[in-house]
């Protein structure tokens, strides 16, 4: 079933199908032309700035989640340029379920707009999922109940809402990503970081079904739902971000790493790319694209802490290429790889063979977790705490945690580092420090870097929205939005350099030659 945007089928289409494959719709829809979508002109209604002024709802959350087995789905890709079909995999008891799809932003306030909604579909439980032996990979491989057409759909950070006829709901998240980044500050989302974690099925990249690291998946697919909302990582780590990013009506491009990987153009000409609260897992393709795009003078800040950890390889799946991540950590010896390009070993980038540390790109280093600590400002007066009334030795409770990062004087830096928070943390009976870093490159780029993965949970401090805030109030909400603000505001106008003041190296000062 090919559904329209506004959510009328179409009959001719559904009939050419029908004919093309003569075996259900939803073989059928494979057999469409593949066309690709066209560019989206710089002022088309489906640039992000075209939503600002549009209607929101407060009616996108899950209101009863229900069962595990109640309801739950993954796409066919994890990102789709506006105008491309999109199938849609779903297992349900009920005898019906309804799909609406919620694009997110600010809206006044109400956080989503409703862009899409299908009629009822008929629901189907679908059988167990297949477990791979080799690398205990866990897909569940279902038929595609529909096909969405996304004309006419905005580019942005999409909500889909599964609804079963029983009332029971879940989320599916989908970027329909920009063609194009050119003069724009690029959200680059993370779902090869939310299949890494997610063990729907029994098995993630951390634990098998048993719960220990030894069973674990060494390859993860995206050919199964997430699990728990679905759309837990992306909820808790990116769209708090997405919203505040909206309301500040700077101009915006969607994309994943995934595409980053895939194709590099994507970053051309972009003033900025915010990597956002939790990206652990990237490809050597995507770092040398991000990498390039700094060396070309696109600003780049790290909202979260352990980004760019490990390094992981982009795999086919049963049916369509790159649905599949390979990570085999600790066992990298067992990669198929390891003999042949060592470089595509899928370990910790800082670990052989090719060892790599993050910090060339970040500045900064992934040290440890669990912590919980306070954010201690240290250059009060750097331009990213403007307006913000902060001190030296000014902190913010609960705000480093629950993994950071820290500059580490004998790790590889990519140039002169200003250090603008150093605060202390205990890490399994070890202190230690979490710092928030800020370098330029050559090019006039400028790069941050937050050192703690609770900074996109701060924007939400003290709302209760989400129902975790770690114990962060209100005082911190207005210290991490305002901080952000003058980060993304600067950062939109092009190489940092240019527009905001130079970096100030204080690493010999703040760590008087320790490591």
Not at 207 to 233: H, M, W
Request: neutral net charge; contains cysteine; proline residues 9%.
């Amino acid at each position: 079933m090919v559904i329209p945007a506004h959510g009328i089928p179409t009959v001719d289409r559904r009939r050419f199908l029908a004919l093309c494959a003569g075996a259900g719709l939803a073989t059928a829809a494979a057999c469409a032309p593949a066309t690709p979508p066209a560019r989206p002109h710089r002022d088309s209604p489906l640039r992000p700035e075209a939503e600002q002024d549009a209607p929101g709802t407060d009616d996108w959350r899950i209101r009863s989640a229900g069962p595990p087995d109640a309801v739950a789905g993954y796409t066919d890709q994890v990102s789709v340029a506006p105008g491309q079909e999109c199938g849609l995999h779903v297992s349900t008891g009920a005898a019906s379920f309804r799909v609406s799809a919620f694009r997110v932003g600010w809206y006044g306030g109400r956080q989503a707009r409703l862009i899409w909604a299908s009629s009822r579909i008929p629901g189907r439980a679908q059988p167990p999922p297949h477990l791979l032996p080799a690398t205990r990979t866990v897909r569940a491989d279902w038929p595609t109940a529909l096909s969405m057409d996304t004309t006419g759909w905005p580019e942005g950070a999409y909500l889909l809402r599964l609804e079963a006829d029983t009332g029971h709901q879940r989320h599916i998240p989908l970027i329909v990503r920009s063609a194009e980044a050119a003069g724009r500050t690029v959200l680059l989302h993370a779902p090869a970081t939310w299949q890494a974690y997610n063990r729907w099925g029994g098995y993630s990249l951390y634990a098998g079904s048993s719960g220990a690291y030894a069973t674990r998946s060494l390859a993860v697919s995206f050919d199964r739902p997430y699990e728990g909302n679905g759309a837990e990582k992306f909820l808790v780590y990116e769209w708090a971000l997405v919203v505040l990013a909206e309301r500040l009506r700077i101009p915006l491009a969607y994309t994943t790493g995934v595409d980053v990987h895939r194709d590099p153009s994507v970053l051309h000409g972009a003033h900025s790319v915010v990597c956002l609260g939790h990206d652990e897992y990237w490809t050597p393709e995507q770092r040398a694209s991000v990498t390039r795009a700094r060396d070309a003078g696109t600003n780049v800040a790290f909202l979260g802490a352990n980004t760019c950890f490990r390094r992981v390889r982009l795999e086919d799946g049963e049916r369509a290429g790159d649905r599949t991540v390979v990570c085999y950590k600790t066992s990298y010896r067992a990669d198929p790889r390891y003999a042949s390009d060592p470089a595509l070993v899928t370990t910790d980038y800082r670990s052989p063979p090719a060892a790599d540390p993050e910090s060339s790109l970040t500045g900064v280093l992934y040290e440890g977790y669990p912590v919980d600590a306070p954010y201690v400002v240290h250059s009060a007066d750097h331009w990213l705490y403007d307006g913000t009334g902060v001190r030296p030795g000014d902190a913010f409770a609960h705000l480093v945690g629950v993994e950071y990062d820290r500059v580490t004087p004998v790790s590889p830096a990519p140039g002169p580092l200003e250090i603008t928070a150093h605060s202390p943390v205990v890490c399994a009976g070890r202190p230690s420090h979490s710092d928030s870093a800020y370098y330029a490159a050559p090019s006039g780029a400028g790069v941050f870097a937050t050192g703690t993965m609770r900074w996109v949970e701060g924007l939400l401090a003290g709302t209760g929205e989400l129902g975790r805030d770690h114990g962060m109030d209100s005082r911190t909400r207005g210290f991490v939005t305002r901080t952000t603000e003058n980060l993304l505001r600067t950062f939109a106008q092009g190489p940092a350099t240019g527009t905001g003041r130079p970096p100030r190296p204080n690493v010999d000062e703040v760590y008087g030659g320790a490591v």
